[in-house]
């Protein structure tokens, strides 16, 4: 070793750590359970989905966090042994799969933006116009299977945003108003 360790640089290193492990859990946990969630929207038999395209970012996002806690982790072992050749190469290898990570992401992404509507569409799915239901989300289309329910105040009072459990709600409602 080429020089002393100060302990409280130990500590925030064992800190950062923690936090930046707790935010891939909690993103792999939670996010790719809503991502999965909204890829299965078209084949879901339900009446009314939603489109929402930062949803596949949740994969890219998650890629970027892990690849900072790597770089983060191996910057700090070079900072203490400075002269390793190992860890000059392990800096590489980190880039080159980071890369390759990325790529993935952005490949995924990119699919799900374009491929996501026409299998919407392939499954008797039909967007409603922007002025209609989610009017006040930017990114987000709402998809039905009777044009009819876009115009609905019932279902625009109940779909208010874009989460999962309001768009169960507006369904429910959907069925509710069938019967």
Request: overall charge negative; some cysteine.
């Amino acid at each position: 070793m080429g020089k002393e360790v100060d302990s409280f640089y130990l500590y925030c290193l064992a800190g950062m750590s923690l936090v930046v492990v707790g935010l891939p859990w909690f993103m792999f946990s939670f996010g790719f359970e809503l991502t999965e969630i909204h890829f299965e929207y078209p084949v879901s038999g339900l009446s009314i989905i939603v489109f929402d395209p930062i949803m596949s970012c949740t994969v890219i996002g998650w890629i970027l966090i892990l690849f900072v806690f790597i770089v983060a982790v191996i910057g700090s072992v070079k900072e203490m042994w400075k002269d390793n050749e190992r860890i000059r190469l392990a800096q590489k290898q980190v880039g080159k799969v980071f890369n390759k990570m990325f790529f993935c992401g952005l490949t995924l992404f990119v699919a799900n933006y374009l491929l996501w509507p026409m299998w919407a569409s392939y499954n008797n799915f039909e967007p409603c116009p922007s002025s209609t239901l989610l009017h006040n989300e930017s990114f987000v289309t709402a998809w039905v299977t009777d044009i009819e329910t876009c115009y609905n105040d019932k279902v625009d009072t109940v779909l208010e945003n874009s989460l999962h459990e309001t768009v169960l709600r507006a369904n429910e409602l959907i069925e509710n108003l069938k019967k």
